[in-house]
Structures are given as C-alpha cells and as structure tokens.
C-alpha cells in the first residue's frame, strides 16, 4: 500500500462552497410552518449566528478558524493510500485509492464538522449542544468536541444502534456525554412514537426530532447536525481538498470519485472539491459515484420534493431527495445510512445529472469489506464498506474492457466498534432488505404539501 501524506503546512487554510457554482440555483429552504422562504433569523434558536452564516454564504471560499486547524492538526492531513494488494487480486487494470478518514480520534470523518460546529458555539457561550446519531460515528465526534471546548453534548442515539453498538455508547460517556435511547421518554416526539410502537427502533429523523426539541426548551443550548445541510457539507471539503492535492503528488486524477451515501456530507466533503474541476470545465470527464443502502434507497428510488430533516416536522423544509420524513428504515448494521434524505446540494446535482447512484445489499456490502480487510488490512465501517462495494464495481467493469481507469473512494470510518456486524455476517446470520415498493408509496404519499420540485 503506498500512501501519499500532506504535511501540516499544506492543511487547508478555508473550505469550499459549492453554492456559487451550482449550475442552476438551488431551491430555497422553506420555513415548516408558514412555508415561506427560510430567513437567517428563524434559525437563530437552533444554531450560532456564526453557522447560520455560512449555511446562507454565497461565498466560495471560507477562512477555517486557526483554533479549528490547529485540532484538526491532531489527525489532518489524512492519508491518501493506494489499494494495489486489492487491484492484484481484483487482476484489474483500474488504479484504486482511497482517503482514508478512520484516523481521526472518534475513527471517522465526523470531528471535521463537529470540531467547528462546537467551537462556534464555545464562542457565542452556548453551554450545551444536542444531537442525533446513528450508528454512532456523530454522537462520537461531537462529544470528542465538546470535550476540547467544555461544552456539554446531549446525544440522542437510534435505538438500533444504541442496542447494537454498545461501545459507541461507551466512547461517548468517555468524551463526557450523555446518551439516550430514541425514541425516549424525554421529549414529547419520542413519546408520541413510543405511544404507536413501544418496541420502534428509532429512526435519525425520530432522534433529530428530539434533539431539536429538547435545543428549542433551553435558553442555553444549541443544536449540532451531523449531516445534509451546507454548513456540515462545508466543513467536510476539507477532505477532498486534500485528496486534490495528494493527487497532484501522486501525478494522477481519478476517473470517478465514489463516496457512501446517508445524509450527503460524506460524500459531498469528498466530491465536491473535484466537482468543482468538472463544472468549470477542466475536468468534464470526470464521474461521480453515491453509494446507499437498499433499506433506504433516498437516491435510486426516493422523490426529489420539500421535506422535513426530522419526523415531527420541526425543521425548515429541505430541498432534497427522500423517501419521506415518517419512513422507517429496517435495523440495517450502516446506521449512518438510514437518514431519509440528503444533502440538497447533493440533490440538485444528481437531479441534474451530475452524480450517478446505486444501492447495495449489506450482505453484499460486508463481502467486499471482509476481502478489503483480507487484502488491505483494515477492518472498515459498514457505511464505507458501501463506497467500496462501488469501487470495486468499476474496477471488475475496466477488467471487463481492458480500460485503465482511476478509482478515488471515500474509507469514511474503522469498523472497529462493528465487529458484532461482522460477526453477524461471517456467521451467515446478517439479513439483506430491499424496502417494498408499497412502504415507500405510503412514506411518499405523508410529503408535506410544499410539493414536488
């Protein structure tokens, strides 16, 4: 495995703003009662004025704080390695690389947005932020934070993973959190589910629904999301900022850059910089690949159309690709891919044409993750394994052809908190779910009445 390595000097010094470049402008936000365009100001009870800011930037480029750089420097720049023991034994002409984020201290890309979320808030003196997590990757990140700026973290965990990955749990009473259940007792959105389904195993839009409520009952608390919105895509460009300069290192450029896909976030951190290449016209060749879960297929089968980020309706209308804010996803082991819909940014350009999309098994999934950890040595997270699974795919397609082709994707987190999964798995005991088209059509037909786009 060669790895190509920044140094600290070359850490960005700004992210990246993909909102002056879009090619069409994007749809605004909607405010969810009036349905009217979303201002600055009706988000100023959820989060600092700082983030509000950028969520609303026509700016292409934003300075990252020097505090904010220097803890990234903790883990950043993050290696770009290249998967050549995997190409021998795929007998692929296709270059395989991958930017490897399970380095940071929480093993995810998560601390690139959790470190300046919690450190605006540290400096407008918000006492406590709240958050929902999936699988866990979040939860985690956003407590490592606020450890480092003595902020308290309220984490509201799916239920399925909460039972299913008990260590998360234990990484964030570490970092000092405190971590519930969702649903729980604690919120009236979590009461009104449990009050349908005792037994319901949560849901990211259920969790996002607590943790908004409980932000909006306290003068001295503010929310932090994980995911989708353009401030969270924002702080992740810092990772294909990097990779763009590793392949100026390596001399080379991928072909088709290919990231996994829950919120968006992920995905956009990594593309969006190269994205930048292709909408300029450098680089119009180049393909863009999401990876999802075919228990929550928002991108191959979800509607492009106004709705919530959170089951009880509470935040501002998002324009984006989604199976409906009341759908429920099956315990798959990705929890960080059973949000119900994405990043609007993301959504506009896939609605364009400019990112392709396809969805996976997880039986399939943890297959090509236990031959990646057979070949590359690591053990990865579930969501990543979904990116591999479609790099993989496109080196077996350049085999097929004979053409050589550079593969970029997104190693968005360790596996190391989801051996029970892999266990699961290598037992012959883990599940595919493929969502019947009858559930979808009933999520679909619960879309707020802002419509279709």
């Given at each position: 495995m060669k790895k190509f390595i920044l140094t600290e000097d070359e850490l960005p010094r700004q992210w990246y703003n993909i909102l002056p470049d879009l090619p069409a402008p994007l749809p605004p936000y909607l405010h969810p009662v009036t349905y009217e365009p979303l201002r600055p100001e009706d988000l100023a009870a959820l989060l600092p004025q700082a983030v509000i800011e950028q969520e609303f930037s026509p700016e292409r480029w934003i300075d990252i704080p020097e505090q904010v750089r220097d803890i990234y420097r903790m883990w950043r720049p993050s290696p770009l390695c290249r998967a050549d023991r995997l190409e021998k034994a795929l007998d692929t002409p296709a270059k395989i690389y991958f930017k490897f984020e399970g380095v940071s201290p929480a093993g995810s890309h998560?601390?690139?947005?959790?470190?300046?979320?919690?450190?605006?808030?540290?400096?407008?003196?918000?006492?406590?932020?709240?958050?929902?997590?999936?699988?866990?990757?979040?939860?985690?990140?956003?407590?490592?934070?606020?450890?480092?700026?003595?902020?308290?973290?309220t984490v509201y965990m799916v239920r399925a993973s909460y039972e299913q990955k008990p260590y998360r749990r234990s990484l964030m009473h570490t970092w000092g959190a405190e971590v519930f259940a969702s649903p729980s007792e604690r919120t009236q959105a979590g009461r009104d589910i449990l009050a349908k389904d005792a037994e319901s195993p949560g849901s990211l839009g259920i969790a996002i629904s607590e943790a908004v409520e409980d932000a909006l009952a306290h003068d001295d608390t503010r929310f932090a999301l994980g995911s989708a919105m353009n401030h969270v895509v924002l702080h992740q460009t810092v990772i294909g900022l990097e990779a763009r300069r590793q392949f100026e290192l390596a001399g080379d450029y991928p072909d088709v850059v290919i990231g996994c896909v829950g919120g968006g976030s992920n995905f956009s951190g990594l593309a969006f910089p190269f994205m930048a290449d292709?909408?300029?016209?450098?680089?119009?060749?180049?393909r863009f690949v999401a990876a999802e879960p075919t228990a929550c297929p928002t991108l191959t089968r979800g509607a492009y159309a106004y709705d919530y980020p959170d089951a009880a309706g509470l935040g501002p209308l998002l324009?984006?690709?989604?199976?409906?804010?009341?759908?429920?996803?099956?315990?798959?082991?990705?929890?960080?891919?059973?949000?119900?819909?994405?990043?609007?940014?993301?959504?506009?350009?896939?609605?364009?044409?400019?990112?392709?999309?396809?969805?996976?098994?997880?039986?399939?999934?943890?297959?090509?993750?236990?031959?990646?950890?057979?070949?590359?040595?690591?053990?990865?997270?579930?969501?990543?394994?979904?990116?591999?699974?479609?790099?993989?795919?496109?080196?077996?397609?350049?085999?097929?052809?004979?053409?050589?082709?550079?593969?970029?994707?997104?190693?968005?987190?360790?596996?190391?908190?989801?051996?029970?999964?892999?266990?699961?798995?290598?037992?012959?005991?883990?599940?595919?779910?493929?969502?019947?088209?009858?559930?979808?059509?009933?999520?679909?037909?619960?879309?707020?009445?802002?419509?279709?786009?």
């Open positions: 998560k601390p690139n947005t959790a470190i300046p979320q919690v450190y605006y808030n540290a400096r407008e003196g918000v006492r406590r932020v709240t958050t929902e997590t999936g699988a866990g990757q979040w939860g985690s990140a956003l407590s490592f934070a606020g450890s480092l700026f003595d902020v308290a973290v292709r909408l300029s016209g450098e680089r119009p060749g180049t324009p984006m690709r989604t199976v409906g804010h009341g759908f429920m996803p099956a315990p798959i082991h990705a929890g960080g891919l059973r949000f119900h819909g994405d990043a609007p940014t993301m959504c506009a350009l896939h609605d364009k044409g400019y990112i392709e999309a396809r969805a996976y098994e997880q039986t399939e999934v943890f297959a090509e993750a236990v031959r990646f950890a057979r070949h590359e040595g690591f053990v990865i997270a579930p969501e990543s394994a979904h990116a591999l699974r479609g790099a993989v795919q496109e080196a077996l397609a350049a085999k097929e052809t004979g053409e050589e082709r550079t593969i970029l994707f997104g190693l968005s987190g360790h596996g190391h908190f989801d051996l029970a999964a892999y266990d699961s798995y290598l037992a012959g005991k883990l599940e595919d779910y493929t969502i019947p088209q009858s559930q979808l059509e009933a999520a679909l037909s619960e879309l707020p009445k802002a419509g279709r786009l």
